[in-house]
C-alpha cells in the first residue's frame, strides 16, 4: 500500500490545493446520516459550530439518539430582513429523497425543547412533533437545494474557496445556502446537496450548476463524489457511487433508486459490497457486487503551515464491478386467463 508523502518542510500549502495536486479521488468521504438539522446562525461561527450557545443545547440531544443526525449551521441570508425568530429545519432520508420540516420560534429555550423531541421521535415521526411555541410547516421536497461549507473558522479553504464558489451561484440565481463544516475541507469547495442528500466535492461553478439542475453526469459522480447520505461512510459509498454513475452512463437521467448497500464480504475497509436498487415506480430491481480496495493512503494537511503539520491519513479507494443482475417485479400475465376473457 502506498502512503503519499507531505510537502517539503519549507513549504505552507493549502489544503485543498495540495489535495488536488495529489489527484485524490474523494470516493466514500461523505456523511452517513438518517437526519440532517440545520439551525439559523449569524456567523462568524466558532470551530466546531455546534460549541456555540445556541447549538451546543440542540447538538446535545440529537448526538446521543438513535438515529444519525448531524447539526449545521447556515448563515443567514445577506440579502434578506433580518428577523428575531428562531428556526430549525430537519431533512430526514427518505427511499426516494428526503422529507423535510421547519420549526420556527420566538426564544431560544424553545429550539432546545424542540431538540429534544425531534432526538426521541423515531424515523417518519417528524410529522408529529408538537412543542409550545414552535411553529412548524413542512418544506417543498421538490425544490434543489446547495448547501455550501463556507466556514473559514474551521479551514481556510472553505472559508476563501467556499465563500467564492457561494458569491457566484447566488449571482446565477442558484439555491445556495452558506453552511458551517461538512467534514472533507480538503476537497473545497465541498457541498450537499438536497433532497438528494448527495455530497460532492472540489465543486465549480459548472458543476454546481448542473447538481441544481439535476443534470449530473456520469463523469460527474466518478471524479467529484464524495458519498451518498444513505451508505455508511468508506467502501460502501465507493461502492454505490459506482453503480450510480454505471447507470447514468446506461441511462442518463434515469430515476435510479437504491435501496440497500451492504457488506458481502468484508476485510477491514476492503472487501466486496452489495448494491441493491432499481427504478423509482419498483417495476424492476437490480443487484450489483463490487469489490472496494484501498489504494493508498492521502496526508491531509493542516493549511498554510510549514511541511503541512500536523496531518492525518485516510485511505482512497479503488472499486471494481465483479458481477450484475436484474429481474422484473412487474406482475406476468396468464396467457390462459386471457384466453378465457377473449370471447
Same mark, same amino acid.
Given at each position: 500500500?502506498?502512503?503519499?508523502?507531505?510537502?517539503?518542510?519549507?513549504?505552507?500549502?493549502?489544503?485543498?490545493?495540495?489535495?488536488?495536486?495529489?489527484?485524490?479521488?474523494?470516493?466514500?468521504?461523505?456523511?452517513?446520516?438518517?437526519?440532517?438539522?440545520?439551525?439559523?446562525?449569524?456567523?462568524?461561527?466558532?470551530?466546531?459550530?455546534?460549541?456555540?450557545?445556541?447549538?451546543?443545547?440542540?447538538?446535545?440531544?440529537?448526538?446521543?439518539?438513535?438515529?444519525?443526525?448531524?447539526?449545521?449551521?447556515?448563515?443567514?441570508?445577506?440579502?434578506?430582513?433580518?428577523?428575531?425568530?428562531?428556526?430549525?429545519?430537519?431533512?430526514?432520508?427518505?427511499?426516494?429523497?428526503?422529507?423535510?420540516?421547519?420549526?420556527?420560534?420566538?426564544?431560544?429555550?424553545?429550539?432546545?425543547?424542540?431538540?429534544?423531541?425531534?432526538?426521541?421521535?423515531?424515523?417518519?415521526?417528524?410529522?408529529?412533533?408538537?412543542?409550545?411555541?414552535?411553529?412548524?410547516?413542512?418544506?417543498?421536497?421538490?425544490?434543489?437545494?446547495?448547501?455550501?461549507?463556507?466556514?473559514?473558522?474551521?479551514?481556510?479553504?472553505?472559508?476563501?474557496?467556499?465563500?467564492?464558489?457561494?458569491?457566484?451561484?447566488?449571482?446565477?440565481?442558484?439555491?445556495?445556502?452558506?453552511?458551517?463544516?461538512?467534514?472533507?475541507?480538503?476537497?473545497?469547495?465541498?457541498?450537499?446537496?438536497?433532497?438528494?442528500?448527495?455530497?460532492?466535492?472540489?465543486?465549480?461553478?459548472?458543476?454546481?450548476?448542473?447538481?441544481?439542475?439535476?443534470?449530473?453526469?456520469?463523469?460527474?459522480?466518478?471524479?467529484?463524489?464524495?458519498?451518498?447520505? +444513505?451508505? !455508511?461512510?468508506?467502501?460502501?459509498?465507493?461502492? /454505490?457511487?459506482? $453503480? *450510480?454513475?454505471? =447507470? #447514468?452512463?446506461?441511462? %442518463?437521467?434515469?430515476?435510479?433508486?437504491?435501496?440497500?448497500?451492504?457488506?458481502?464480504?468484508?476485510?477491514?475497509?476492503?472487501?466486496?459490497?452489495?448494491?441493491? +436498487?432499481? !427504478?423509482?415506480?419498483?417495476?424492476?430491481?437490480? /443487484?450489483?457486487? $463490487? *469489490?472496494?480496495? =484501498? #489504494?493508498?493512503?492521502? %496526508?491531509?494537511?493542516?493549511?498554510?503551515?510549514?511541511?503541512?503539520?500536523?496531518?492525518?491519513?485516510?485511505?482512497?479507494?479503488?472499486?471494481?464491478?465483479?458481477?450484475?443482475? !436484474?429481474?422484473?417485479?412487474?406482475?406476468?400475465?396468464?396467457?390462459?386467463?386471457?384466453?378465457?376473457?377473449?370471447?
Amino acid at each position: 500500500m502506498v502512503h503519499l508523502d507531505l510537502p517539503l518542510a519549507t513549504e505552507q500549502r493549502p489544503c485543498a490545493d495540495w489535495t488536488a495536486q495529489l489527484g485524490v479521488r474523494p470516493w466514500g468521504t461523505g456523511l452517513f446520516l438518517d437526519r440532517l438539522v440545520l439551525v439559523d446562525l449569524g456567523e462568524p461561527w466558532p470551530k466546531p459550530a455546534v460549541s456555540s450557545a445556541l447549538l451546543a443545547p440542540i447538538a446535545a440531544p440529537l448526538a446521543h439518539c438513535s438515529v444519525r443526525s448531524r447539526v449545521v449551521a447556515v448563515a443567514p441570508d445577506r440579502f434578506s430582513t433580518p428577523h428575531a425568530e428562531f428556526t430549525i429545519e430537519v431533512h430526514e432520508r427518505t427511499a426516494k429523497g428526503s422529507t423535510s420540516f421547519r420549526w420556527t420560534a420566538n426564544e431560544p429555550t424553545t429550539l432546545h425543547g424542540l431538540a429534544a423531541a425531534i432526538g426521541s421521535c423515531e424515523i417518519g415521526e417528524l410529522d408529529a412533533v408538537v412543542v409550545a411555541g414552535a411553529q412548524r410547516e413542512t418544506v417543498n421536497p421538490d425544490i434543489t437545494e446547495l448547501l455550501l461549507c463556507t466556514q473559514g473558522t474551521h479551514d481556510l479553504c472553505c472559508g476563501t474557496l467556499g465563500e467564492n464558489l457561494a458569491a457566484s451561484l447566488t449571482a446565477d440565481g442558484v439555491r445556495v445556502r452558506r453552511v458551517s463544516h461538512l467534514g472533507g475541507h480538503r476537497f473545497a469547495p465541498t457541498l450537499f446537496a438536497l433532497p438528494s442528500g448527495r455530497m460532492w466535492a472540489q465543486v465549480d461553478r459548472d458543476l454546481a450548476q448542473r447538481i441544481a439542475a439535476n443534470e449530473e453526469t456520469a463523469d460527474d459522480l466518478t471524479t467529484h463524489c464524495r458519498g451518498w447520505w +444513505g451508505a !455508511s461512510t468508506g467502501a460502501a459509498q465507493v461502492a /454505490e457511487i459506482m $453503480v *450510480r454513475s454505471l =447507470v #447514468e452512463s446506461a441511462q %442518463p437521467g434515469s430515476r435510479f433508486v437504491v435501496d440497500r448497500v451492504e457488506p458481502e464480504n468484508r476485510d477491514g475497509e476492503s472487501g466486496l459490497i452489495r448494491v441493491v +436498487g432499481g !427504478s423509482s415506480d419498483r417495476h424492476d430491481r437490480h /443487484e450489483w457486487i $463490487v *469489490r472496494v480496495e =484501498v #489504494e493508498r493512503m492521502v %496526508p491531509t494537511i493542516s493549511c498554510d503551515t510549514p511541511g503541512g503539520l500536523p496531518t492525518k491519513y485516510s485511505a482512497e479507494y479503488r472499486a471494481e464491478l465483479v458481477s450484475s443482475s !436484474s429481474h422484473s417485479t412487474e406482475p406476468k400475465s396468464d396467457p390462459h386467463r386471457q384466453g378465457a376473457n377473449s370471447d
